[in-house]
């Protein structure tokens, strides 16, 4: 295969990665409040240490909408394999499945593996709903 054909099967994927690039860098300038907003670079510091809990949100949502995204993706993959089952295996929209059900509940883990992490707000497990036997 040359190296024109090598080239032009990849540049989907170089295309998405700098989308993803400048997107993030549009995004972090947003919350950074803008590079004319600042005087110094210790001024641009100190605004991004009080966006701590927003920036986490955001990413958040972005896990959410992700997850959605990848929800419906596996849903139009199923529906592919219905159509034609030789060119669409269905281990595709598995896999697609697992990507969303991980990516919508990745954001529920956050609280429990920084309070994991930083030992801020961990509480011990309560075991509720529980009899003991023997009436002790």
Do not use: C
């Amino acid at each position: 295969m040359s190296e024109i054909m090598t080239w032009k099967r990849w540049r989907p994927v170089g295309r998405i990665i700098a989308g993803i690039t400048l997107g993030a860098g549009v995004v972090g300038t947003l919350l950074a409040g803008g590079p004319a907003l600042a005087d110094t670079a210790g001024d641009i510091g100190a605004h991004l240490a009080t966006q701590g809990e927003n920036i986490g949100k955001a990413i958040s949502v972005l896990f959410y909408l992700g997850g959605m995204a990848a929800g419906g993706g596996a849903f139009m993959k199923l529906k592919a394999n219905r159509d034609n089952p030789q060119q669409h295996p269905l281990s595709h929209a598995v896999v697609l499945g697992l990507v969303a059900a991980g990516l919508l509940f990745l954001p529920e883990t956050f609280q429990t593996t920084g309070d994991t992490v930083y030992q801020t707000g961990a509480a011990k497990n309560q075991i509720q709903g529980t009899t003991a036997i023997g009436g002790g």
